[in-house]
C-alpha cells in the first residue's frame, strides 16, 4: 500500500515523539510505501489563550519553534516529502472566527485553539492532495497522528478494513456524542471530508447552539457532528488502536 501520515499543529515533542511513531507505526508497516508529511506552527498565539487546566497552560508555555525547536532537527527525523511551516502571531482569521461561534461555558473551551487546529489539519491534506496531482500518483491510506502520542500497541495497516465509509479512532473513555482527535486511519476520500472540519466550524455550532442548551465547544464534539451526522460515516472505536496516551 502507499500511505500518507499526517502531523500537523504544534511540534511538542522532537526526538521522543519521532521514536514512539517509528517503532509503533513506521517499522511495523516497513512493507508498504509511507510518506509524512507536515504542517506545523512555528509560533502559536492559542498557548496564551487557552483556559483550560493548569496542565494544559504549562504544556504551552514553552511551544515556540522559534525558540525551543530545531526546524533541521524535525525535517532530519521525519524526512517528509512535504513541509510547510507557518507563523500566526499575526493572524487575525482565528480571532475573528471564535469570536462568532457561541459557547456556552467559555471556561471549558477554547474555540480558538480549536479552530487552529483544525485549520493547520485541512492545510496538510491540501499538501497530500497537491502532491499525488503533480506526480499523478494516488494513496490508498491516511493515518492523523499526533507527534505528543504514546501507542499502547504496534498499529498494523493490514488489520483495517479500509472503504470509503468508515474512520477508525482510538478507544478512549469519551461520551457516545464525541469523537476522539488524536488519531484516525480512513481512506484518502474520508480524510478529505475528516479534514474539512474547519471548513464547516461555523455552521456546525450555529446548528448546534440553536438546539443545545449551554453548548459546550469540543473538538471532540465537533468532530462526531461533522463525521456522523453530516456525512453519515462509521466512527469506529478500534482496539487494534487502543486508548493512547501523551508524552
Known amino acids: 500500500m502507499r500511505a500518507a501520515i499526517f502531523i500537523s499543529g504544534l511540534i511538542r515533542r522532537e526526538e521522543d515523539g519521532f521514536a514512539e511513531i517509528k517503532e509503533k507505526i513506521l517499522e511495523p508497516n516497513s512493507e508498504h510505501q509511507i510518506d509524512i508529511y507536515l504542517d506545523i506552527w512555528s509560533n502559536k498565539l492559542s498557548k ?13 508555555e514553552g511551544l515556540s519553534l522559534e525558540s525551543h525547536h530545531d526546524l533541521n532537527k524535525i525535517w532530519n527525523l521525519y524526512n517528509p516529502v512535504a513541509l510547510a511551516v507557518e507563523n500566526d502571531e499575526d493572524a487575525q482569521m482565528f480571532a475573528a472566527m471564535a469570536k462568532k461561534i457561541k459557547n456556552g ?14 485549520y493547520k489539519l485541512y492545510c ?49 473513555r469519551l461520551p457516545s456524542g464525541w469523537t476522539s482527535d488524536k488519531f484516525a486511519i480512513c481512506s484518502p476520500e474520508v480524510f478529505d471530508v475528516y479534514s474539512e472540519l ?33 456525512n453519515d460515516l462509521e466512527v469506529i472505536r478500534d482496539e487494534k488502536i487502543g486508548k493512547l496516551d501523551r508524552w
Do not use: M
Open 105 to 118: 461555558r467559555k471556561e471549558k473551551s477554547t474555540p480558538y485553539a480549536q479552530l487552529s487546529q483544525f
Open 124 to 172: 496538510v491534506n491540501q499538501l497530500r492532495k497537491s502532491r499525488e496531482r503533480a506526480l499523478g500518483i494516488k494513496y490508498d491510506l491516511c493515518v492523523r497522528t499526533r507527534e505528543e502520542l504514546k501507542y499502547p500497541k504496534k498499529i498494523l495497516f493490514d488489520n483495517f478494513d479500509i472503504d470509503n465509509k468508515k474512520v477508525f479512532v482510538e478507544t478512549a
Open 48 to 60: 496564551y489563550e487557552n483556559k483550560g487546566g493548569s496542565w494544559r497552560q504549562q504544556r504551552r
Open 198 to 230: 474547519f471548513l464547516n466550524f461555523l455552521k456546525i455550532n450555529k446548528v448546534r447552539s440553536s438546539t443545545q442548551k449551554g453548548e459546550l465547544v469540543t473538538a471532540e464534539i465537533y468532530l462526531n457532528h461533522w463525521l456522523k451526522k453530516s
